[in-house]
């Protein structure tokens, strides 16, 4: 290519570039043509904050309905309704509203019992599920994709061997109860503001403490996640837009990498924090990770090998989503407010993650590394 060429192309790509932004804060601001009435099922934790907060600003009236437990101060100007998924649902019989989001739910028994007693006054009822329904992500799946199974159905006690099942019945229930009026999500791992889980949040947090830092394999390697920020605004779009049916809710495989989420927590210290010394990636094989019982996921957040049962994991379609309207922001900005809020922590909270390698750990490894290199 000449440079004329060249300069033609990079010229292109600017200007798509502008248009999608211009076309993201478009899709993900401004107020709604037509206001509804949204049930919130949760609405005072990480996505349920978003959903609501989103919503209110798009000009939607807001019901939250859950325990009043946690934050319960938060949203002081909406109504707020009280009980339990466990049968202490009464407080919702006698309105009406437009659509329900429920990100609460977990057990089908509940997702049904909410869902057949709001059938007749609702319109739509958006389920959020997870990716982690799938039965195999041994290789890339999409919508259709088999989900997995558990042997007894009444089981309702969630943990890592359940959680998954348990969510498929619960989107079952869901659709059960409103046949033809049901959008269910399927997100991969959500991240951003507000999340306590520090799934992703370990990345900027490492990288703000400076020096050199453990990172997984290749800076080449997938990833893929959604920001809490445009699930919301997909479910708020969906709703708005009576958009049903089901959806994996990620970003397209191959548009992140490891590498760009490293590179970009460690932009993201150096202009916020500006530690000393500057944080330093030091990219480790996997077969070394794997020797020195460093574990995907939990020890190197966001992150999984491509080989053996989750070698798809990454790779999850996000095709329906995208062609539906699901607008994914960039990853320096996710990374960037991500650390931001988590700067604003509790010193307790920021000082014990919840999810990465211990740092005396992370120097353990990182020692035998440079000694296996010389």
Request: charged share 25%.
């Amino acid at each position: 290519m000449n440079r004329r060429g060249f300069i033609h192309v990079v010229a292109a790509v600017a200007a798509a570039a502008t248009s999608a932004r211009r076309a993201f804060a478009a899709d993900h601001g401004g107020r709604a043509a037509r206001p509804l009435r949204i049930l919130i099922l949760g609405g005072t934790r990480f996505i349920g904050v978003h959903m609501t907060q989103l919503a209110l600003d798009r000009g939607h009236t807001v019901t939250l309905f859950n325990r009043g437990k946690t934050n319960a101060d938060l949203f002081p100007q909406v109504e707020h309704l009280h009980g339990d998924r466990d049968g202490q649902i009464d407080a919702l019989r006698g309105h009406k509203w437009d659509a329900v989001i429920d990100d609460s739910g977990y057990v089908p028994r509940h997702v049904r019992l909410t869902a057949e007693l709001l059938s007749p006054n609702v319109s739509q009822y958006l389920f959020i599920s997870t990716i982690s329904v799938y039965a195999s992500l041994a290789k890339p799946v999409t919508e259709e994709s088999p989900v997995g199974k558990i042997p007894d159905e009444s089981v309702e006690k969630v943990d890592n061997t359940t959680y998954g099942p348990l969510k498929a019945l619960s989107e079952k229930a869901a659709l059960a109860a409103m046949p033809g009026r049901t959008t269910i999500f399927r997100p991969g791992l959500i991240v951003g503001p507000d999340d306590s889980t520090d799934r992703f949040t370990y990345w900027p947090a490492r990288a703000a403490r400076g020096g050199d830092f453990l990172a997984p394999d290749s800076p080449h390697d997938p990833i893929q996640f959604i920001d809490a920020r445009d699930l919301a605004a997909f479910a708020l779009r969906s709703v708005e837009n009576r958009v049903v049916g089901t959806f994996n809710v990620v970003s397209p495989p191959g548009k992140f990498t490891i590498g760009e989420l490293v590179d970009a927590s460690i932009a993201a210290a150096n202009a916020q924090v500006k530690p000393e010394p500057p944080p330093h990636a030091v990219w480790v094989p996997v077969d070394f990770l794997e020797r020195q019982k460093v574990e995907p996921w939990m020890d190197m957040p966001a992150w999984v090998p491509e080989k053996g049962d989750e070698a798809g994991a990454m790779h999850t379609s996000a095709a329906r989503a995208m062609h539906a309207g699901l607008q994914i922001r960039p990853i320096a900005e996710t990374v960037s407010d991500t650390l931001a809020w988590h700067l604003k922590r509790p010193k307790a909270e920021q000082d014990s993650l919840k999810a990465g390698i211990a740092p005396q750990r992370e120097q353990e490894v990182l020692s035998a590394w440079k000694q296996l290199k010389g």
